[in-house]
C-alpha cells in the first residue's frame, strides 16, 4: 500500500499588543502517523501562552507514547479547569492525527469545527459527541485520500473583522469559501495558512482583536530518500550493505569518495568526477549510474546544514555544487533514511583538519535534527 504523508503548515498572528501568540501547536512524528494538537489559551499574552502550551505538550506527548485517545483527552479534562466567571474552560483543544495509510482521527473542544478539503469543495469534517471526564468532546474520524486537506483555526480567525469590516466576523462559512478559492491551485499546506493568516490581519485591519492560527495538513504520496555515507566498519558486510541501500525506495545519494567507490566496485558501474561543478567551499560531485547523486562526505554534509538555514537563498542562487544539490533532494522529500558507516576516515584524525568539521556522527545528528525541524522523518542507522 502507497504510503502517505501528512506536510504541515502553521501560521500565527498575536494580538494587537501582546509579543507572544496565546495559540499554541505542537507538531509530533512518529514512524506511523503526524499528530497535530492546537490550543487557545483563555484570554492573551503570557497566561494564554502558558494554558496553552501546557495542553498542547501534555496531549502531544500522551499521544506520541500511544496512550489511547480517550485518556489523553480525559486527562486535560480533568488537568484544566473552568473558568469560574465564564463557565468556559481555560483553554481550547483541537487534535488532528493522520496516519501514514490515510486514516485520521480529529477531536474538537471548544474550537470551530474542522474543515475537510476534497476535490476542490470545502465541508466540516463529520463528528460525534462523545462525553469523556464530564465534558462534552467532538470526535471524528475518517480516511484521506490523496491530496486532502484538513485545516484548524482558532477563534482569532473566525472572528477576524468583527465590529469592524465586518459585522459579525470572518466567520466560519466566509474562511471555508476562501479555502475553497485558495485549494484551486493546489498549494502548499504553508502557504494556505500564510494567506489565511493574512486575510485575517487584513480584515482586522492591521490590529488583531485576539491571537490567530492557522494551520493546514495536506496528504500526498510519501517522497522518499536514501542517503548513504561512510562505509561499514566491517568491509566483510560492503555488498550486503549496498545491496541493501539500492533496494531503499525512491532516490538515492552516495556521500563520501571512499563510499563511492565501494558502491561502484560491488555494482560494477564506473564513477565519474564531474571538475566543472566544484567551487572553493564544496568539492566536486561525481556520476553513477542509479544513483541520483554522489558528492563527496563530510566537508559536503557541514555546508549542507548551512544551506539548509537558509532556504530561500538556496533556490535563488544558480549554484550547482554537491552542497546545494542535496540540500534540494532533502527538502524534496519526506522519508529520509540515513545509512552511515562507522569506519574511521583517516583524514579526519588530521590535526590540521579544519576546526569547523566535526566528527560524522555529529554532523548526521545536526543534520538529523534540523531536518526533522522541518518536517522530514528521519531515520539514522549506523553500520
Known amino acids: 500500500m502507497q504510503r502517505l504523508h ?25 514512524p506511523q502517523a503526524t499528530i497535530i494538537v492546537l490550543s487557545d489559551g483563555l484570554g492573551s499574552g503570557v497566561k494564554a501562552n502558558i494554558l496553552a502550551t501546557l495542553t498542547t505538550k501534555i496531549a502531544s506527548s500522551m499521544l506520541k507514547r500511544g496512550i489511547p485517545l480517550e485518556d489523553v483527552v480525559n486527562t486535560i479534562a480533568e488537568t484544566l479547569p473552568v473558568c469560574r466567571q465564564r463557565k468556559i474552560a481555560y483553554s481550547t483543544l483541537q487534535i488532528i492525527k493522520v496516519k501514514d495509510n490515510g486514516l485520521a482521527t480529529i477531536v474538537e473542544f471548544d474550537c470551530p469545527p474542522t474543515f475537510l478539503i476534497r476535490d476542490g469543495q470545502v465541508s466540516k469534517v463529520p463528528t460525534q459527541v462523545n462525553v469523556i471526564g464530564g465534558k462534552k468532546i467532538k470526535v471524528g474520524r475518517l480516511t484521506l485520500l490523496e491530496n486532502d486537506i484538513i485545516t484548524a483555526v482558532s477563534d482569532g480567525v473566525i472572528h477576524a473583522g468583527i465590529g469592524g469590516l465586518l459585522k459579525l466576523g ?17 498549494r502548499k499546506a504553508s502557504d494556505i495558512t500564510n494567506q489565511l493568516i493574512k486575510c485575517s490581519e487584513g480584515y482586522y485591519l492591521g490590529h488583531p482583536g485576539d ?3 492557522a494551520v493546514a495538513v495536506r496528504v500526498h504520496k510519501a517522497r522518499f530518500l536514501t542517503l548513504f555515507t561512510g562505509p561499514p566498519a566491517d568491509s566483510g558486510s560492503d555488498e550486503e550493505i549496498i545491496r541493501r541501500f539500492l533496494n531503499q525506495p525512491g532516490r538515492k545519494v552516495v556521500a563520501g569518495g571512499t563510499t563511492a567507490n565501494i558502491v561502484s566496485k560491488v555494482t560494477g558501474k564506473p564513477l565519474t568526477v ?9 568539492p566536486p560531485i561525481s556520476y553513477m549510474d542509479d544513483i541520483d547523486l554522489v558528492t563527496e562526505g563530510i566537508l559536503t554534509l557541514n555546508v549542507v546544514l548551512e544551506r539548509l538555514n537558509d532556504v530561500k537563498k538556496l533556490y535563488e542562487t544558480d549554484k550547482c ?12 522529500a519526506d522519508m529520509i533514511d540515513i545509512m552511515a558507516g562507522k569506519a574511521v576516515n583517516p583524514a579526519h584524525q588530521n590535526p590540521n583538519y ?30
Do not use: H, M, Y
Request: glycine letters at 8%; hydrophobic letters at 45%.
Open 321 to 332: 555544487d554537491g552542497a546545494t544539490l542535496l540540500a534540494r533532494l532533502l527538502l524534496e
Open 274 to 282: 564531474d571538475l566543472a561543478l566544484c567551487d572553493q567551499q564544496v
Open 211 to 213: 491571537d490567530s492560527t
Open 170 to 186: 470572518w466567520g466560519w462559512n466566509g474562511v471555508a469559501d476562501e479555502l475553497k478559492a485558495l485549494c484551486k491551485t493546489g
Open 6 to 30: 501528512a506536510e504541515v503548515g502553521v501560521t500565527q498572528l498575536s494580538k494587537d499588543g501582546e509579543e507572544l501568540c496565546g495559540d499554541n501547536v505542537v507538531i509530533a512524528r512518529t
Open 354 to 383: 579544519p576546526f569547523k568539521i566535526n566528527i560524522k556522527s555529529q554532523v548526521l545528528a545536526n543534520l538529523k535534527a534540523l531536518l526533522e525541524a522541518k518536517g522530514k522523518q528521519v531515520k539514522l542507522e549506523w553500520f
